[in-house]
């Protein structure tokens, strides 16, 4: 077995034996692979790299871009019925001019020495969202829906220095995964089935520092207990987080309406492109309790007067709570931020005002239960939950032979992106307000085609 030899590179000034010996002295490791220890073995490659020989020239790199970028193809709206967390919504062109244009799109972090409207694009971006969620306090993005929800929780575990967190119905297991590696080694999860009591019976067992759940569940479907399990938060000392789609609240009523005390969400249905799985950007929004604003780590702006009479300026409020003010002390570590998707969504909240907010809500719940009714009317299809209420995400049951990957699979074949297996034999689909009556008679035909 060959033994690998430290190596200094040329460009990474701590891969110097001496430097890295230092560093890990520094931090109490013995070696790196102590340094990595908290990695899952599931997630280390443990073999080198398999890159491919090193390119001559530009135009052989341009060349083998190509040949990569054209294996790409692009689905029409109208075919493509996927979601859980990531959908095609609508994105007005106005969207795409302003979040291109240079003062934006070219600031990395927005500091007061290359502002150029940033902040206040941002301060905008957190007024309508706390208009749209009933809140009075939203942060600057987070990377992701994801991050958004495990930081709320940690932010409730802050504030009621308590360790249990009850999680609530069904959740992303992607989602999941992150707010577990997220809180490790502080906090306790708690599942739990979307039952009331369920809830009271994990909170009997006291020590609970939140209890989290969704408006919309991972399946689309409307919690209507979603107020009782706020009650028993509240009843039991705990706090009250609750993961939203934040299109749908033109329709349906923010947690804050009935007493949640942190909302969190993706952005990434308000006017942001999906691209290979993104983009995204994490919400939180809260009353402006000090308890809570207290905890949050990420940026926040607010308005101020300047010492010019009648002059206003935007920066950032209690700045000394984020690691950018205290590298070390900060509440949590906060890197780049996808503040450029706040100022999409801040654009697209303009764009579509209440009414507008509204309108597309109601259209999507229309067309979920359009899709719902349409597809449990084919031979060998039947709805789980016929008596929920859904938004834009649901699952149906095939009763057939074919199982759920094998109908995923022949539908891409004939061009229709859906059906994502959720089981043996469940698949998953989503419609927004994109999707045609005749787009979804067209999924329907194809189903029943392919399941007979």
């Known amino acids: 077995m060959s033994t690998r030899v430290p190596r200094t590179h040329p460009y990474i000034p701590n891969s110097a034996p001496e430097v890295r010996k230092a560093m890990l002295a520094a931090v109490g490791a013995q070696d790196v692979e102590e340094f990595y220890a908290d990695i899952p073995a599931a997630l280390r490659l443990d073999r080198p790299l398999r890159l491919p020989e090193p390119l001559?020239?530009?135009?052989?790199?341009?060349?083998?871009?190509?040949?990569?970028?054209?294996?790409?193809?692009?689905?029409?709206?109208?075919?493509?019925?996927?979601?859980?967390?990531?959908?095609?919504?609508?994105?007005?062109?106005?969207?795409?001019?302003?979040?291109?244009?240079?003062?934006?799109?070219?600031?990395?972090?927005?500091?007061?020495?290359?502002?150029?409207?940033?902040?206040?694009?941002?301060?905008?971006?957190?007024?309508?969202?706390?208009?749209?969620?009933?809140?009075?306090?939203?942060?600057?993005?987070?990377?992701?829906?994801?991050?958004?929800?495990?930081?709320?929780?940690?932010?409730?575990?802050?504030?009621?220095?308590r360790r249990r967190l009850v999680l609530v119905g069904e959740i992303d297991p992607d989602r999941l995964s992150r707010i577990h590696d997220y809180v490790r080694g502080v906090h306790e999860l708690v599942p739990v089935p979307a039952d009331p009591a369920a809830v009271q019976a994990a909170l009997a067992e006291g020590d609970a520092a939140a209890v989290y759940a969704q408006l919309t569940d991972h399946c689309g479907r409307v919690d209507q207990e979603l107020p009782r399990y706020i009650e028993l938060a509240h009843q039991a000392g705990a706090l009250a987080v609750v993961h939203v789609n934040p299109i749908s609240l033109g329709v349906l009523t923010p947690p804050a309406e009935l007493g949640a005390d942190l909302t969190c969400g993706d952005l990434q249905p308000l006017g942001i492109h999906p691209s290979f799985g993104g983009g995204n950007a994490g919400f939180i929004g809260s009353p402006d309790d000090e308890r809570?604003?207290?905890?949050?780590?990420?940026?926040?702006?607010?308005?101020?007067?300047?010492?010019?009479?009648?002059?206003?300026?935007?920066?950032?409020?209690?700045?000394?709570?984020?690691?950018?003010?205290?590298?070390?002390?900060?509440?949590?570590?906060?890197?780049?931020?996808?503040?450029?998707?706040?100022?999409?969504?801040?654009?697209?909240?303009?764009?579509?005002?209440?009414?507008?907010?509204?309108?597309?809500?109601?259209?999507?719940?229309?067309?979920?239960?359009?899709?719902?009714?349409?597809?449990?009317?084919?031979?060998?299809?039947?709805?789980?939950?016929?008596?929920?209420?859904?938004?834009?995400?649901?699952?149906?049951?095939?009763?057939?032979?074919?199982?759920?990957?094998?109908?995923?699979?022949?539908?891409?074949?004939?061009?229709?992106?859906?059906?994502?297996?959720?089981?043996?034999?469940?698949?998953?689909?989503?419609?927004?307000?994109?999707?045609?009556?005749?787009?979804?008679?067209?999924?329907?035909?194809?189903?029943?085609?392919?399941?007979?």
């Open 292 to 452: 809570l604003v207290a905890e949050y780590p990420s940026r926040l702006f607010g308005l101020a007067p300047t010492e010019v009479p009648g002059e206003y300026g935007f920066g950032d409020v209690a700045y000394e709570r984020t690691s950018f003010a205290l590298r070390e002390e900060g509440k949590e570590w906060v890197g780049t931020a996808a503040a450029l998707h706040g100022i999409a969504a801040g654009v697209y909240l303009a764009l579509m005002g209440p009414h507008g907010m509204r309108e597309i809500g109601g259209t999507i719940l229309a067309n979920t239960a359009y899709a719902r009714q349409r597809l449990a009317r084919v031979p060998g299809v039947e709805l789980p939950d016929p008596e929920a209420v859904h938004f834009a995400d649901f699952t149906v049951r095939y009763t057939g032979e074919r199982s759920a990957a094998e109908i995923a699979e022949a539908l891409l074949a004939l061009g229709l992106h859906g059906g994502t297996p959720a089981g043996a034999d469940e698949g998953r689909y989503c419609v927004t307000e994109l999707h045609t009556r005749a787009d979804i008679d067209r999924l329907a035909d194809a189903l029943e085609e392919i399941v007979k």
């Open 56 to 161: 001559g020239s530009e135009a052989r790199l341009v060349a083998h871009m190509e040949d990569l970028l054209s294996r790409n193809t692009a689905v029409p709206p109208g075919r493509s019925f996927l979601g859980a967390g990531c959908y095609r919504h609508h994105v007005p062109a106005v969207v795409d001019e302003i979040v291109n244009r240079s003062e934006f799109l070219t600031a990395y972090a927005g500091e007061p020495y290359e502002d150029h409207g940033r902040f206040q694009a941002l301060w905008e971006y957190q007024s309508l969202m706390a208009e749209l969620l009933a809140v009075e306090v939203v942060n600057v993005p987070t990377y992701d829906g994801f991050q958004a929800a495990a930081t709320a929780l940690r932010m409730a575990g802050r504030a009621t220095g």
